[in-house]
C-alpha cells in the first residue's frame, strides 16, 4: 500500500495511491496520515478500502511529506561502504548517530533553499524507515515489525556548516527543506524487502549517485535495534539509513556543490522520485 499527503500547506489531505498511480482521497476515513494511522490495526482497516470506490484528487495536486506530526529524525551517518571509502573514512563499527531538525522536512517536489552563508550544499538520497510501534530496547529479530514503511528521502546538507563550524553534524543538517520525503509512505508488504534497492541521484541531468542498500554496513533490523538502545523510538519517528558514494563532496578531481538555480532528481527503487529546484533562502 502507497500512502501520501496531498495539498498546500496546512491544508494537507491524507491519500492512497491506486495501482494506476492516482491519487484518491481517504480523508473520510482518517484525519491525516500520522501516528495515529500508522498503527497496525489502523493501516489494516485502510489496506481493505477498495480504491475505485474513494474520489479522485487532481494529479496537479502539490505533493506533502506523506507522514505529518513527525516528533524526530534520526539519521546514521558513513553507513555505505562506498560511501565512507569515497570521504576518506573506515566504516563504523556500530551506527553513528545524529538528529536533524523535524523543521527540515519538507514536500518531494518541493524546493531546496541554499541558506543565505552557504558555500557547500549538498545531497545525499537515502532509504527512510517510518516507525510505526514503539520500540525501546529491541533485538534485531524483532525489529522490522516496528515499521510502519519506507520513504524516500534527501539529507540535504551543507558540508560547511556540518564540518567548518564548531560543534556536530546538526547544524550543517537542519536548515528549512534539507529532509525532503516521499513521494509516497510505502507499507512493509509492498516493500517487503528492502535490502537490495537501488537509490540515486542527479543534478543537472547529470546522475552522480547509482547506489544499492545492498551496501549498507548496517542493514534496517540492525539500525532500528542499536538505536532503540539509545532512544525510544515512537510511531512517526524517522530514520534516514545514510547514503551512498556520489555525493558532491566525494567528486574528483573536485568537489561539486548546490547552486540556486540546480535541479535535482532522486529516487529509490520501488519508492517513487523526488524533483527539486535549488532556490536561495527565504527569510
Not at 500547506?9 to 492516482?22: C, F, I, K, M, Y
Not at 573506515?90 to 518531494?108: N, V
Not at 520500540?135 to 515489525?145: C, H, P, Q, R, V
Request: proline share 6%; hydrophobic share 35%; charged share 20%.
Amino acid at each position: 500500500m502507497r500512502l501520501a499527503r496531498c495539498g498546500e500547506t496546512g491544508a494537507e489531505r491524507p491519500a492512497l495511491v491506486d495501482s494506476d498511480g492516482q491519487l484518491r482521497d481517504i480523508s473520510a476515513h482518517v484525519s491525516d496520515i500520522n501516528a495515529t494511522t500508522l498503527a497496525e490495526q489502523s493501516l489494516a482497516q485502510l489496506a481493505t478500502l477498495d480504491p475505485a470506490s474513494l474520489p479522485l484528487i487532481d494529479a496537479n495536486t502539490r505533493l506533502a511529506p506523506p507522514v505529518a506530526g513527525i516528533r524526530k529524525i534520526v539519521c546514521i551517518g558513513l553507513n555505505y561502504h562506498d560511501h565512507a571509502a569515497e570521504v576518506g573514512k573506515t566504516a563504523p563499527d556500530e551506527p553513528m548517530l545524529f538528529l536533524k531538525a523535524t523543521s527540515s522536512i519538507c514536500g518531494p517536489n518541493d524546493p531546496i533553499e541554499a541558506p543565505l552563508t552557504a558555500t557547500k550544499t549538498d545531497w545525499e538520497v537515502e532509504l527512510g524507515i517510518v516507525i510505526g510501534k514503539r520500540a525501546k530496547n529491541i533485538s534485531k529479530d524483532t525489529a522490522l515489525g516496528h515499521i510502519a514503511g519506507y520513504v524516500c528521502a534527501n539529507d540535504v546538507s551543507e558540508r560547511a556548516f556540518q564540518s567548518e563550524r564548531a560543534g556536530q553534524f546538526t547544524k550543517g543538517k537542519s536548515h528549512d527543506t534539507f529532509c525532503p520525503i516521499g513521494p509516497w509512505l510505502v507499507t512493509p508488504d509492498e516493500a517487503s524487502d528492502v535490502g537490495g534497492l537501488a537509490l540515486w541521484t542527479e543534478v543537472n541531468g547529470t546522475r552522480y549517485q547509482d547506489g544499492s542498500t545492498c551496501d549498507l554496513v548496517f542493514d534496517v533490523a540492525t539500525s532500528i535495534a542499536q538505536i532503540s538502545e539509545f532512544m525510544t523510538l515512537e510511531p512517526g519517528d524517522l530514520i534516514l539509513t545514510g547514503t551512498p558514494a556520489g555525493v558532491g563532496k566525494g567528486q574528483k578531481p573536485d568537489p561539486i556543490y548546490l547552486q540556486p538555480g540546480d535541479t535535482m532528481r532522486c529516487g529509490v527503487e520501488g519508492l517513487g522520485v523526488q524533483n527539486h529546484v535549488v532556490i536561495e533562502a527565504r527569510s
